[in-house]
Structure formats: structure tokens, C-alpha cells
């Protein structure tokens, strides 16, 4: 089953490191991985998103949270959670496809950020599922070039939160 889990990891140099050795070490794979810096200088929030059993994840977890960097872990696939992934697709247009793309590009509620028919540059947030049914589609009016996606990105719904509060 996929796992989407959010770690909290100190802002140190090896930390992220760190966490990719110990899915190295253990034969795990990471689908997808994605660091940014939180509200707090000191910590950045990592969303990482893997395959496995319950026992696997459980494992993961566990082994997660003893690594001296982490500051917290959860999987937020146990719980109501909301999902995007970020798509920047380049594809080379003929003119007389542009019209019929330009179509898909809105049914999907994608932005085009360059119209030039060499490098048509589109941006699309959606679920995995979504950018994947996006290129699909878009790929059938023109030559793909590049495709840039950000892997998943998750927040719990509600007012439940994965955060780290320190004494002040």
C-alpha cells in the first residue's frame, strides 16, 4: 500500500541524509520526496512517500523516529488528509493541435504559463492521479519534452496538525 508520511527533521547538514540512508540501508524505496524550511528556522517539514505492508511502515516509522534529527513522524495516510502534487509539463505543439490542447488545459484547470507552441509550458496542481490523467491527455496534442512533478504533498484535514512546539 502507498504511504504518504510527514517528518519533522531538524535544519542540519546530513539530516536529510540521514533519512534517505536508512531507506537505503533497509532496501525501502521512496517513491517520491519533497524538504522545505517550516515556520521554524531550525526544522524543515519532509514528505516522503513510500510502498509497504502495515508491518513495513510501522517499521519505517519506528526506525524514523530514532534517527538523533527527527523530530517527529507521521503517517498521514492513517487519517483524513489532503494530497497535491505540483506538474510543470513542456511539450512541442503543432498549430493545429493548439486549440484542442489549450481545451484540456482548462477541463483540467491547469494554467499555461508559456504559450509558444516549441515550448508550451503548462502548471498543474492536482492529485497523483490527476497529473498523471493530465499528461496522458495533454501527450495526445503534442510531443512531451520534459515533465516535472513534485511528488505528493500532504496536510492533515481539519484542525489535527503535524507539529513541533518547543518551550519558549
Known sequence: MRHVIAI???????????????????????????????DTPTVSRLTLVTTGSDGVIAQIVSQLRKLIDVVLVEDLTRGEHFERELLLLKL??????????????????????????????????GSEAQVSRFVAQASQYGEVLEVVRSGALGIRHGTATVTHVTAA
Open 92 to 125: 512541442k505543439v503543432g498549430a493545429a493541435q493548439l486549440e484542442a490542447l489549450i481545451g484540456v488545459v482548462t477541463e483540467a484547470g491547469a494554467r499555461i504559463l508559456s504559450g509558444s507552441l516549441g515550448g508550451f509550458v503548462v502548471e498543474l496542481t
Open 8 to 38: 519533522l527533521l531538524q535544519n542540519e547538514a546530513g539530516a536529510l541524509s540521514r533519512v534517505a540512508g536508512l531507506f537505503s540501508t533497509r532496501g525501502y524505496n521512496i517513491e517520491s520526496l519533497s524538504v522545505a524550511p517550516t
